[in-house]
């Protein structure tokens, strides 16, 4: 069965210190997307990845194919990162199977 | 650009109404989707579309239909709304229909059924 696992659910945390929000999944994906949704609701993308890594800005987000398992980092944290974050795989189909989210709040 | 356009924001239906979710996109993408997102829970496909003409089911489609008459729109329709259709609900689109590209979210609309 096509399942993704995120950890921590909840994650709080002072400004500046790093941050890491783990996904793993069941079986071989061709693709893991890292969303971003914050209290208003909406969704933006942050990154897709397929194998190695990814860095935008602060955000940094791995994945390790072999053990099926990907990260996402946040260095240097701020208030203004406090969002609900989700990881999303694609499982080689027209679909994309969503984790649960992790909830993070960055307190000054 | 203004990338995936989703209305109305906010709508309170009685049980059996039925109403129209609206989902435009600009960006010439071929994939459409909509999800439900619930209290606990990742957020489920209900319909996608693959290209004009084209749909298919989803996860959780009981209730729903949809249709893709041209590439930019793709509108859910509640046949007879149910409370347990409560729920947040987002439309995303995406350059490829293997969702190997990134993927743009609509706004989301918030519906309650009492």
């Known amino acids: 069965k096509n399942e993704v696992e995120q950890s921590p659910q909840n994650l709080t945390a002072q400004e500046g210190e790093f941050i890491t929000i783990n996904c793993s999944y069941s079986v071989g994906i061709s693709a893991l997307h890292w969303l971003q949704q914050h209290p208003g609701g909406g969704i933006v993308s942050l990154f897709m990845?397929?194998?190695g890594k990814k860095k935008h800005g602060r955000l940094i987000a791995t994945i390790n194919i072999q053990e099926k398992h990907s990260s996402l980092h946040i260095t240097a944290s701020h208030p203004r990162d406090s969002a609900v974050y989700i990881c999303?795989?694609?499982?080689?189909?027209?679909?994309?199977?969503f984790g649960t989210g992790t909830r993070l709040t960055i307190i000054p | 650009n203004a990338g995936v356009t989703q209305t109305p924001k906010f709508q309170v239906l009685k049980t059996g109404q039925s109403m129209t979710l609206q989902c435009a996109q600009d960006m010439n993408h071929e994939y459409m989707s909509w999800y439900r997102q619930d209290p606990g829970m990742g957020l489920r496909l209900i319909h996608y579309?693959?290209?004009?003409?084209?749909?298919d089911q989803g996860e959780v489609p009981n209730g729903y239909n949809v249709s893709r008459s041209t590439t930019e729109d793709f509108p859910l329709r509640l046949l007879s709304a149910a409370p347990s259709q409560t729920s947040v609900y987002f439309c995303a689109s995406s350059y490829s229909g293997q969702m190997n590209t990134e993927a743009f979210f609509g706004q989301g609309t918030r519906l309650t059924v009492v």
């Open positions: 579309s693959v290209g004009a003409g084209i749909t």
């Open positions: 990845l397929s194998s």
């Open positions: 999303a795989a694609n499982f080689g189909n027209e679909k994309l199977t």
